[in-house]
């Protein structure tokens, strides 16, 4: 019983991340204290902290970028060694938005739109046939890598005036509700793996249906402003820098899912199938993928500086 009602407790506590740092920091143990963003970052983050060294690391949820850094300049950093606190924020539209934030030490901002981004990759995909699809064959692992990266780059051009669209909502800080809309309203595999464009239900246009599931409405001079960023994005040369990461790592699981399908289907009465233990999705892919990854190189970087 007195356990059940620690849960209750725990459940109805108001106490604060910031507070709950200040009473688990001790500036005479090994610890390090990690603040980031959503549910899915610790599964990208924290393989990335020495497993062997005896520090001990606790987790803080901020909930959302804004809240990583409201914390961040909460903390009196003259009684607090920064290098023992770090936090963690994905860049997102930022810099297309030109929103300045905070530089400091011991704040990592992913170079991609988020930390999905960095998890579509050649080393991951390879990473999913082998391990995971038990695929051997260096042939055909790479020719269907070229045909991934080929189709991915095709996507990412086609996604533009939908990014530029949502890039303008937020400069006009509209209260999107993506979590409505699917990009697979929009895009599907067909049976030789290419990216196409579905033709919406009811003739219903892209911007009609952008509008019904995100419960937004338009004025008559937003065509300006959402061409003013369709524009700026077309300059940018990587992709990683303005697709969504949710979008991204929702083409790679719906890449892999469709490639088994297709193997599947093309094997002869009585072959072995390939079966996936767990079905990949783009809800799941960072908490089963993240600890695949090898350290990124602009995160290294920041670990090593903390370090000293």
Same mark, same amino acid.
């Given at each position: 019983?007195?356990?059940?009602?620690?849960?209750?407790?725990?459940?109805?506590?108001?106490?604060?991340?910031?507070?709950?740092?200040?009473?688990?920091?001790?500036?005479?143990?090994?610890?390090?204290?990690?603040?980031?963003?959503?549910?899915?970052?610790?599964?990208?983050?924290?393989?990335?902290f020495e497993q062997k060294? *005896?520090?001990?690391? &606790?987790?803080? $949820?901020?909930?959302?970028?804004?809240? #990583? %850094?409201?914390?961040?300049? @909460?903390?009196?950093?003259?009684?607090?060694?920064?290098?023992?606190?770090?936090?963690?924020?994905?860049?997102?539209?930022?810099?297309?938005?030109?929103?300045?934030?905070?530089?400091?030490?011991?704040?990592?901002?992913?170079?991609?739109?988020?930390?999905?981004?960095?998890?579509?990759?050649?080393?991951?995909?390879?990473?999913?046939?082998?391990?995971?699809?038990?695929?051997?064959?260096?042939?055909?692992?790479?020719?269907?890598?070229?045909?991934?990266?080929?189709?991915? *780059?095709?996507?990412? &051009?086609?996604? $533009?005036?939908?990014?530029?669209?949502? #890039? %303008?909502?937020?400069?006009? @800080?509209?209260?999107?509700?993506l979590n409505n809309f699917?990009?697979?309203?929009?895009?599907?595999?067909?049976?030789?793996?290419?990216?196409?464009?579905?033709?919406?239900?009811?003739?219903?246009?892209?911007?009609?249906?952008?509008?019904?599931?995100?419960?937004?409405?338009?004025?008559?001079?937003?065509?300006?402003?959402?061409?003013?960023?369709?524009?700026?994005?077309?300059?940018?040369?990587?992709?990683?820098?303005?697709?969504?990461?949710?979008?991204?790592?929702?083409?790679?699981?719906?890449?892999?899912?469709?490639?088994?399908?297709?193997?599947?289907?093309?094997?002869?009465?009585?072959?072995?199938?390939?079966?996936?233990?767990?079905?990949?999705?783009?809800?799941?892919?960072?908490?089963?993928?993240?600890?695949?990854?090898?350290?990124p190189n602009d995160l290294?970087?920041?670990?090593?500086?903390?370090?000293?």
């Open positions: 019983m007195e356990f059940l009602k620690y849960l209750k407790s725990a459940a109805k506590s108001n106490t604060s991340v910031r507070t709950k740092f200040l009473q688990q920091y001790n500036k005479n143990d090994k610890s390090i204290h990690i603040f980031y963003e959503g549910n899915d970052d610790p599964s990208f983050y924290t393989n990335y060294s *005896k520090l001990k690391v &606790y987790h803080y $949820q901020a909930e959302n970028k804004a809240g #990583v %850094y409201e914390i961040h300049s @909460k903390i009196n950093w003259n009684i607090y060694k920064r290098n023992r606190a770090l936090f963690f924020a994905d860049k997102d539209f930022s810099d297309i938005l030109k929103e300045i934030y905070p530089t400091e030490s011991n704040i990592f901002v992913t170079k991609h739109y988020s930390i999905e981004n960095y998890l579509v990759c050649k080393a991951i995909f390879t990473r999913i046939l082998r391990d995971i699809l038990h695929i051997d064959d260096d042939k055909f692992i790479n020719k269907c890598y070229r045909n991934f990266d080929k189709n991915l *780059k095709i996507f990412s &051009y086609k996604i $533009q005036p939908l990014i530029a669209w949502i #890039v %303008y909502h937020r400069s006009i @800080k509209s209260k999107l509700q699917k990009i697979s309203d929009l895009f599907y595999f067909d049976n030789n793996l290419n990216i196409n464009k579905h033709k919406l239900c009811n003739g219903l246009k892209i911007q009609n249906h952008l509008l019904t599931k995100t419960k937004l409405t338009h004025t008559p001079n937003c065509w300006k402003g959402i061409l003013h960023y369709y524009k700026q994005i077309r300059k940018i040369h990587s992709h990683k820098v303005y697709v969504r990461g949710k979008y991204e790592i929702w083409f790679l699981a719906t890449y892999i899912n469709k490639l088994v399908t297709i193997i599947n289907n093309s094997k002869n009465a009585g072959e072995p199938k390939i079966k996936m233990q767990f079905n990949l999705t783009a809800d799941n892919a960072v908490e089963l993928l993240g600890p695949r990854l090898k350290k290294s970087v920041f670990l090593e500086t903390n370090k000293k």
